[in-house]
């Protein structure tokens, strides 16, 4: 595998060497120079690639084994020319078969005999007939309830002010006029008389109407068409209920 990074701390933290790998060809080493002679299977001309690819010695208190290394290499540079190995080779031929880097969990390679934790349940398992058929009761009552479950009526509720021709008109046949008026969604409510001016006094009446079903200005319309009585309608107040 060899060493291809000299500059992150994954790289540097590879140059960790164990001692019982003292005889491991692959690994660079840190040993005196009565070891490199009677020991030329250690390739120190791996340490001088691997020194010369260094651009500055390693954080003693980050790096203490890659610190120690580069010190005692440091001390031979003098011998290097002299040194056993071959120094054709380059820097990636040197280092270790395998190491072991961190990676991202989602990174990893999966296990294939790795059980996985179905959390949702199997397409493939077959489901217990009882649970299908009452969660299909179920989610049918709770459809049909919703359906069922009619919206409120958007209803408001009206102030209106029926003004007469003049004080000689009939108010009590205004008004049995006026709620012969029926219609779906218009609800009668309360009246009284106020009064205008010079005897004259008009009727104002409350009424709830369903928005949707009742036009204001219709009812308006069919309530002044009792032209003997009405003058004419406003609506005072109007709110929704």
């Keep these: ?9 994954a790289g540097l933290t590879r140059t960790v060497l164990p001692p019982q790998s003292i005889f491991d ?3 660079i080493r840190c ?16 340490d001088v690639t691997t020194f010369k690819a260094l651009k500055a010695s390693p954080e003693a208190a980050k790096y203490p084994h890659a610190f120690r290394w580069y010190k ?3 001390s031979y540079q003098a011998d290097f020319s002299s040194l056993p190995g071959d120094p054709s080779k380059p820097l990636s031929t040197y280092g270790p078969d395998a190491a072991a880097v961190a990676i991202n ?21 077959e489901e217990d007939p009882e649970a299908v058929r ?15 479950k009619e919206k409120p009526a958007a209803k408001s509720i009206v102030t209106m002010d029926v003004k007469p021709w003049d004080d000689e008109t009939d108010m009590k046949e205004l008004e049995e006029n006026m709620r012969k008026i029926e219609l779906d969604g218009l609800t009668w409510g309360a009246s009284k008389l106020v009064p205008v001016g010079f005897g004259i006094k008009k009727l104002q009446v409350n009424l709830v109407v369903e928005d949707e ?17 009405v003058q004419s309608t406003d609506v005072a107040a109007m709110q929704k209920l």
């Design 213 to 229: 079903k009742v036009s204001i200005d219709d009812l308006q319309a069919q309530i002044e068409g009792d032209e003997d009585h």
């Design 105 to 125: 969990p989602k990174d990893a390679p999966k296990d294939e005999n790795e059980d996985e934790e179905d959390l949702f349940g199997s397409d493939s398992e």
């Design 25 to 27: 060809p692959k690994l």
């Design 1 to 9: 595998m060899g060493f291809t990074d000299l500059v992150n701390d």
């Design 31 to 46: 040993y005196s120079v009565k070891q490199l002679v009677d020991y030329p299977q250690l390739y120190i001309w791996a």
């Design 72 to 74: 005692h290499v440091t």
């Design 134 to 148: 009452k969660r299909e009761e179920n989610l049918a009552a709770y459809k049909k309830k919703k359906e069922g």
